[in-house]
């Protein structure tokens, strides 16, 4: 028999931390609720997620609605909202008050739902039939916008005298495309169903797709990775196009149909929760089936929900949902993620040659891949532009680089400083380049 008397728990206010029964008992009998729960109180972690939360989607409009008010994209006044509450400037989530271990990573994971919210919408606003429209335009700016970056990525790293696997790495980096800044940024101008807009949402997907096929096939015959093998690199891609075709003949067929039976069922929204599931679970499926990023299965759902006659509807449940709360975290995440104090001399020098490079190669190769499939100069131009920006691809990459040994932790920190810039930079570009402007959300 255990004679010990129980061990008391001490709060940082002195006191005890309690239960969640004990807390509400000691609430009723008079007790302040802060002091009922303790700094260390079981309740805690949820009011700091509170305090949190509150702040970044407040940062967030208040930098969209100045960078509106300066007649640029919101997006760019919410990412740069972001790099001020980043350690770069208040380093705000790690203020002594906060001490839950789990709020970033919390944080993180709404902002990759905001991505897959953002770019469901995209999808909502294009049809199939445009996506194939310029499938010649997307085709060749999509493998011409990945060659590019990776041949002069490669040159570069050489130069600052990276081994040939490491250059090779790094110029895998350079290929993504962030479509997700894009898309917002021509969302907001009322273009992205014009030609560029769709041919730069159906280019961003090849691009991305091929990045991953080409960081498979990097780790393949260097003899690393999941892959391991060509012979592993070819399921690859039988999965992905497997994927593909199940994905489009699953909406084609059947989403309308389950569509029309959950708009009758008499519960509430019950339409937008079917699209929302449904959403996440291409989402899910996209990485898990078809190896593919969970970006690419929401866009593909958004296309899909897009031939519904419910599309409105969807379409104005989303964008409360999503331009609320949980894409302002995401452009707010993209800045929190990087730590420029941290850059030395070195480091700046390399992310200025990686942002040039960044930005020429897209250019150049996106837009030579337009004006191939029948745009016009202007136009492949803007498409160019259109394809600068890196995003959420770009931090998948370089987190394999860091677990199979090709990058370390500076470049990995050159590579999100890189993400940022380029995600400052081409929403204002993209409002000069597009001149009408037809407002949009902050």
């Known amino acids: 028999m255990n004679n010990q008397a129980p061990q008391q728990k001490q709060g940082a206010l002195g006191g005890e931390a309690y239960t969640i029964r004990e807390a509400l008992f000691l609430r009723w009998k008079g007790v302040p609720w802060a002091l009922a729960c303790s700094l260390e109180g079981v309740l805690l972690p949820f009011l700091q997620f509170l ?10 409009k208040m930098g969209g609605l100045l960078s509106l008010h300066l007649g640029q994209p919101a997006v760019a006044g919410e990412v740069l909202a972001g790099l001020i509450l980043g350690p770069t400037v208040i380093d705000f989530l790690h203020l002594p008050v906060f001490t839950d271990l789990h709020i970033e990573e919390t944080l993180t994971f709404m902002a990759e739902l905001g991505v897959l919210l953002l770019l469901f919408i995209a999808g909502l606003e294009v049809h199939i039939s445009d996506m194939l429209r310029s499938g010649r335009v997307a085709a060749y700016a999509g493998v011409l916008g990945f060659l590019a970056p990776l041949g002069l990525g490669y040159l570069l790293a050489v130069l600052f005298g990276f081994a040939s696997n490491q250059a090779l790495f790094i110029g895998m980096l350079l290929a993504p495309t962030s479509v997700s800044i894009s898309a917002q940024t021509l969302m907001e101008i009322g273009v992205l169903r014009g030609r560029v807009g769709v041919g730069l949402l159906g280019a961003a997907v090849i691009d991305d797709t091929l ?10 015959i260097l003899g690393g990775g999941q892959v391991g093998s060509v012979a592993g690199l070819l399921t690859l891609l039988l999965r992905m196009l497997v994927f593909i075709a199940v994905a489009f003949g699953f909406g084609l067929l059947l989403l309308p149909r389950l569509a029309k039976w959950t708009e009758r069922m008499p519960i509430s929204q019950s339409l937008i929760a079917f699209a929302f599931t449904t959403m996440i679970f291409y989402a899910w499926s996209a990485e898990v089936f078809g190896g593919l990023a969970t970006i690419i299965g929401a866009f593909i759902a958004g296309l899909l929900f897009a031939r519904s006659e419910f599309k409105e509807r969807i379409l104005q449940g989303f964008s409360t949902i999503a331009y609320g709360i949980f894409v302002p975290i995401f452009f707010v995440d993209v800045g929190l993620a990087v730590n420029l104090r941290e850059l030395d001399a ?10 040039g490079v960044a930005v020429l190669a897209k250019i150049i190769g996106s837009g030579l891949g337009g004006l191939l499939g029948g745009l016009t100069r202007w136009e492949s131009f803007q498409l160019g532009v259109g394809m600068v920006p890196r995003g959420e691809v770009v931090l998948i990459v370089a987190a394999v680089g860091i677990t199979e040994g090709f990058i370390t932790q500076a470049e990995l920190s050159v590579a999100v400083a890189m993400v940022v810039l380029t995600t400052l930079l081409t929403p204002p570009v993209l409002r000069v380049l597009f001149p009408r402007s037809t407002g949009g959300q902050s």
């Open 346 to 355: 070195n480091s700046i020098l390399l992310l200025v040659a990686l942002l």
């Open 51 to 60: 305090i949190i939360l509150a702040v970044v989607i407040t940062f967030a």
């Open 211 to 220: 990045v991953v096929l080409g960081v498979s096939f990097l780790l393949a």
